[in-house]
């Protein structure tokens, strides 16, 4: 049963235009989640994250909106450029702080120049 | 020192023999997870280590089980390894909270 769920599993975008990454959850007790992207060969890198008890969490060109009654997070980036081509995760865990994090399968982000 | 250094980047090991995976933490990180990483899937908890004690744990059998040391660094080992093993192994430290999670860049493990 998965419990973080990024249906789709590649997206491409031209740069400069909006990159939207979706992610739907259903374990009602996630209080935290959290963006990653990876590179291949690299491990995950921490993006930005936000909690519950918010709608909207801004950092740069990042931002994560999340909807806790449909149970479903974005991440848009704005303007995309080259270098965000990745694979993007999202994550959520129980409570802010905790290291027992659930992943989605990620999404595979193609920025076109 | 900073970053996470993990040991071996690549192994490749035969059903049924045991391994250990090895990773080094960021200096002060005294919290450390172990993610298993199917192909095409996400990373998934197995557990985590905080002070030298295991204090929490994923869906994963006892065949798999890991150390901390005082010095940072941390062990994974697996055990009665099977053909489902295969995957990227990666470990994560970390000193406050888990958007502070620095993940290092996995051991690929083979199992033949």
């Known amino acids: 049963d998965q419990q973080v769920k990024q249906n789709s599993p590649s997206l491409s975008v031209q740069e400069g235009r909006i990159s939207i990454l979706n992610c739907d959850y259903t374990?009602?007790?996630?209080?935290?989640f959290l963006w990653y992207k990876k590179y291949p060969a690299e491990g995950p890198t921490f993006l930005i994250s936000?909690?519950?008890?918010?709608d909207k969490n801004e950092d740069g060109r990042f931002t994560v909106f999340l909807n806790k009654s449909a149970k479903h997070l974005s991440l848009h980036i704005v303007p995309s450029q080259p270098g965000d081509s990745a694979v993007y995760f999202c994550?959520?865990?129980?409570?802010?702080?905790?290291?027992?994090?659930?992943f989605g399968k990620g999404t595979k982000l193609s920025v076109i120049p | 020192e900073t970053g996470v250094t993990q040991s071996p980047t690549h192994l490749i090991k035969t059903r049924g023999q045991q391994v250990t995976l090895r990773c080094s933490s960021q200096?002060?990180?005294?919290?450390v997870s172990w993610y298993q990483q199917a192909l095409g899937q996400g990373p998934q908890f197995i557990f985590q280590?905080?002070?030298?004690?295991?204090?929490g744990r994923g869906n994963f059998p006892p065949r798999f089980s890991g150390l901390q040391f005082p010095n940072y660094s941390s062990e994974l080992n697996v055990n009665a390894l099977e053909l489902d093993d295969s995957a990227l192994y990666l470990c994560?430290?970390?000193?406050?909270?888990?958007?502070?999670?620095?993940f290092g860049s996995g051991t690929r493990l083979t199992v033949v």
């Open positions: 994560a430290s970390s000193g406050g909270q888990a958007y502070g999670y620095t």
């Open positions: 374990n009602s007790m996630f209080d935290y």
């Open positions: 936000i909690s519950s008890i918010k």
């Open positions: 994550a959520a865990s129980e409570q802010a702080g905790s290291y027992q994090l659930t």
């Open positions: 200096s002060g990180h005294n919290t």
């Open positions: 280590y905080y002070r030298e004690e295991e204090n």
